[in-house]
């Protein structure tokens, strides 16, 4: 009986700790903003390397679709950006009641 109660201990306390490890560390959350302040930096330069882009393809021709790729490319990565910080801002905002 003793041993079972051993084996039962031994048991459910490497599972917690197994679930321990599996849990999200405490940095993740700024780590989602901090991808997204880099998207949001670099969307910036989407449209010039389009343009640049469809420059070398075919001189004359290639500029207007690298722009309009290169703008579609700017506000994606601006939404994709804020995102990314919304949600890695989301958990602290519970304490900005606190600041005010």
Do not use: N
């Amino acid at each position: 009986m003793r041993r079972i109660r051993l084996f039962l201990y031994a048991y459910f306390g490497f599972l917690f700790l197994g679930l321990l490890g599996l849990s999200r560390p405490a940095y993740a959350d700024l780590d989602l903003v901090a991808r997204g302040m880099a998207k949001t930096f670099a969307a910036v330069l989407e449209t010039p390397k389009g343009v640049i882009t469809g420059a070398g393809s075919s001189f004359p021709l290639g500029i207007i679709p690298g722009a309009i790729t290169g703008t579609m490319r700017t506000v994606a990565g601006t939404v994709m950006g804020a995102a990314d910080i919304a949600r890695g801002a989301a958990p602290y905002a519970k304490y900005l009641v606190f600041m005010i």
